[in-house]
C-alpha cells in the first residue's frame, strides 16, 4: 500500500514565525503536492513537484515556498505566518506516466494565533 | 479553464437510504473524472474513476457513479447507506494535458458532507 505520511497532524504556531510542513512517500512516486483545504472552497493547489529539485506554483502559492531534496519527501514552508493561513494542508504524491490517481496523506491542521 | 461544481454543500439522509452526491464539471476538452472519500480527520482516498469506456463506474464500499458527457456531470450513488458513510466526498477532473505536463494536476470541487443518520 502507498503511504504518504504528514509530520504533524495538530500544529500551532504564532503570527510571524516560519512554519515547516513535512511530507514523506514510501511508493518511489515522481509527483508531490501541498494543497490547503477550507470549509466551502474544497482542496486548492498550493505548489507541486514533478521531480527533485522541481516545483511548479498551483493556484494559490503567494505566502508559501517549498523545498524537494529527495524524490521521497516534499516541505511546505511558511515563512511569516499569518492567520489566514489557518487551515488543514494535505500532501499528496503520485506516479507519472499515465492516469494514475493521486494518494492524500492525513492532513495537518495548523493555527496561527 | 476546467471547473468542478459539486451541487450540495450537504446531504442529510437515513441510513438504509439512497443517496445521489452531484457534481457538474466544465471543460473544453476530454477529462478524467474521480471521487475522492474523507472520514473525520483523515486524509482523502479513492472511490472510483472514469478514464474511458463504460459510462457506469464502480467503486469501493458499494458506490457507482455515472459519467454523462452530454450533460457534462459525474454523480455519485449508493442504493443503501451506512452509518459509516458518513464522511465529506469531493468530485475531481483532470485531462490530458493536466496528466502529461501539470504532474496530474486535479481541480477540486468544493466538496458535500454526507450526514447518514439512523
Known amino acids: 500500500d502507498v503511504k504518504v505520511t504528514q509530520s504533524s497532524r495538530y500544529l500551532v504556531k504564532r503570527t510571524g514565525e516560519k512554519v515547516f510542513l513535512e511530507c514523506v512517500q514510501d511508493?518511489?512516486?515522481?509527483?508531490m503536492f501541498w494543497y490547503r483545504q477550507d470549509p466551502g472552497l474544497g482542496l486548492r493547489l498550493i505548489y507541486f513537484?514533478?521531480?527533485?529539485?522541481?516545483?511548479e506554483k498551483g493556484d494559490i502559492p503567494e505566502g508559501y515556498s517549498v523545498s524537494r531534496e529527495k524524490k521521497e519527501r516534499f516541505s511546505l514552508i511558511l515563512e511569516s505566518a499569518s492567520t489566514n493561513q489557518t487551515s488543514m494542508y494535505l500532501c499528496?504524491?503520485?506516479?507519472?506516466?499515465?492516469?494514475?490517481?493521486?494518494?492524500f496523506g492525513p492532513g495537518t491542521r495548523l493555527t496561527v494565533t | 479553464a476546467q471547473s468542478v461544481t459539486q451541487l450540495d454543500s450537504q446531504v442529510p439522509v437515513f441510513e438504509e437510504a439512497p443517496v445521489e452526491l452531484r457534481c457538474n464539471y466544465s471543460?473544453?476538452?476530454?477529462?478524467?473524472l474521480f471521487w475522492y472519500v474523507q472520514y473525520p480527520n483523515q486524509g482523502l482516498q479513492l472511490l472510483l474513476k472514469y478514464l474511458s469506456g463504460s459510462t457506469l463506474v464502480k467503486g469501493i464500499n458499494g458506490f457507482e457513479a455515472e459519467f454523462n458527457k452530454s450533460q457534462t456531470s459525474f454523480h455519485l450513488r449508493k442504493p443503501s447507506v451506512h452509518i459509516s458513510d458518513t464522511a465529506e466526498y469531493f468530485c475531481a477532473v483532470s485531462d490530458m494535458v493536466r496528466i502529461y505536463n501539470q504532474g496530474g494536476k486535479l481541480i477540486f470541487g468544493q466538496g458535500t458532507e454526507l450526514s447518514v443518520k439512523p
Open positions: 499528496a504524491s503520485r506516479r507519472t506516466s499515465g492516469v494514475y490517481e493521486q494518494y
Open positions: 511508493m518511489d512516486h515522481e509527483n
Open positions: 471543460s473544453s476538452v476530454s477529462v478524467y
Open positions: 513537484s514533478y521531480d527533485v529539485k522541481m516545483k
